[in-house]
């Protein structure tokens, strides 16, 4: 299961010269919040629908529902069409509430600007692309593993990495707890890279800690920063307009 983010490592919010992400026509991002956050209280994660009764039998649902909706590695490659859309379905599908609303608020920091910069219907597809891929990456990398993968932190890393393309100097607010979580504003070419490598050091250590799909973050971030690179990156090309014909040349 994608755990938490480790949202303890640094809590976020940007302010933007006369902007604000709350301000920002962002209806994909705010649909997926809302629609993540209903499927976390109508499903057993949350603990709150009788139907799935409790003790025992709510934890046995818990591991029925992440195996169905959630993304087994060593049965992904097996050529199962079911098991095929699993990592479309584990974006939408979270473990706890720490772990939803560490996502939801990611997300909801993020995404905003990002999709705004990239339209309605890019943004979506790039959020399902992106986390689908990144999922599948870390299925790939761990192929044996029978572990159900859910949550959405694949994508969310995704438009981080986006996000820090598309407006490096967007100043990030951040606790850190080496500094007593002072309150420090840095700008996201200095904030981003140094979540990357708090993943990158917890990728390495993945058998020791909690069951959290820490490459997932990173190959999300990769793709969504190669993707505002490609698709943004590049410089417009300018046609120049024609010259003005002289006077009396258009006449009949």
Do not use: K
């Not at 933007?16 to 993540?36: E, N």
């Not at 920091?109 to 959020?127: D, I, K, P, S």
């Not at 990357?196 to 799909?213: E, F, T, Y």
Request: net charge positive; glycine share 12%; aromatic share 14%.
């Amino acid at each position: 299961m994608i755990g938490n983010w480790s949202v303890a490592h640094f809590g976020t919010r940007f302010a933007r010269a006369g902007r604000s992400a709350l301000r920002s026509p962002a209806p994909v991002t705010y649909g997926l919040i809302v629609l993540c956050s209903l499927l976390f209280l109508i499903g057993p994660a949350a603990g709150l629908n009788p139907a799935y009764g409790s003790g025992e039998g709510l934890l046995a649902a818990q591991r029925a529902y992440f195996h169905r909706w959630g993304v087994v590695p060593a049965e992904l490659f097996e050529g199962a069409p079911r098991a095929a859309l699993t990592p479309a379905t584990a974006l939408f599908v979270h473990g706890s509430w720490v772990h939803l609303l560490g996502n939801m608020l990611f997300l909801y920091v993020f995404g905003a600007m990002t999709e705004e910069r990239m339209g309605r219907v890019q943004f979506t597809l790039f959020y399902l692309g992106c986390g689908y891929l990144a999922l599948l990456g870390y299925a790939a990398a761990n192929d044996d593993s029978t572990q159900s993968l859910v949550g959405a932190s694949g994508a969310i890393s995704a438009v981080l990495g986006a996000f820090l393309f598309l407006f490096p100097g967007a100043r990030v607010t951040s606790l850190l707890p080496f500094l007593l979580f002072l309150p420090l504003r840095f700008p996201a070419w200095v904030v981003l890279p140094f979540w990357v490598a708090l993943q990158w050091v917890a990728a390495g250590r993945a058998d020791q800690g909690p069951g959290v799909a820490y490459l997932a973050h990173l190959v999300g971030f990769a793709l969504g920063f190669g993707f505002a690179w490609a698709r943004f990156g590049r410089p417009t090309r300018v046609r120049p307009a024609p010259a003005p014909a002289p006077e009396g040349e258009n006449q009949p």
